[in-house]
């Protein structure tokens, strides 16, 4: 028997395995070049156990089927960008082997430890000092924006690991005369009352809680607290 032959059936054992690798590091490429990956970030994350995708200027999480969905039709149809054969034969082991291999890779892996809204770059890489907030339209630095910056908002990033965005755009220029005369007659122009509501509403658009407080609107009906927080909800947005 020659070695040739006496290799064959070790060969076609492990077969399957090679294919298996072949296929990972197809994925690897699939990730880093495909739509999934642009601007030198990862549009695809994985964060205590959920999968997040990224779209239209923050995360939202990717149901595990979608993403096996995504999968498979790579697997079927990896397009002209990628050389390699086809894979008919996706096997429910084989798509959960390539998935646990895909989450820890270090392009997708965000550390537990880290707490969302947060920057995915090293402290010296980070684009935007202090809180930023996710507008329709950019980000916004509200350090920039209290300091008078006349460009306080910043293009998207995908760097910026977050799955809120509020639902309009930001305008410097904007004016709330309505508003300030409704606060007028319901805190009968106290402007003390006024200012520690524009403080509250301004502290609920920040993901800290770190002063440890909460706001009680005590009072009888039809004094205006319904509609006080009618307005906070669409100001921080339904979701």
Known sequence: MTAARRWDPLARMFEPVAQQWALYFQM?????FSDYYEQDASLLRYWRGNYYEYEDGCYQELPLDDLKTKLISFLHHPGPAFTENSC????????????????????LMVPSRKEMPCWLLEDDEIPISGPV???ADGLLSLEEGLMGEEEPLHPFSAN??????LPYEYNHEASCPKWLTFLQEIF????GRMALLQEWFGYCLLPDTSLH???????????????????LTELLGRE
């Open 188 to 191: 009968n122009e106290d402007s």
């Open 213 to 231: 407080k909460f706001l009680l609107a005590v009072g009888p009906g039809a004094n205006g607290k319904s509609v006080v927080f009618r307005v």
């Open 160 to 165: 910026y690991f977050t799955t809120i965005k």
């Open 28 to 32: 690897q490429r699939y990730f880093r």
């Open 133 to 135: 907030i996710a507008m």
């Open 88 to 107: 008919q034969n996706v096997t429910r082991h084989l798509l959960a082997d390539i998935l646990e291999n895909l989450k820890y890779t270090s392009r």
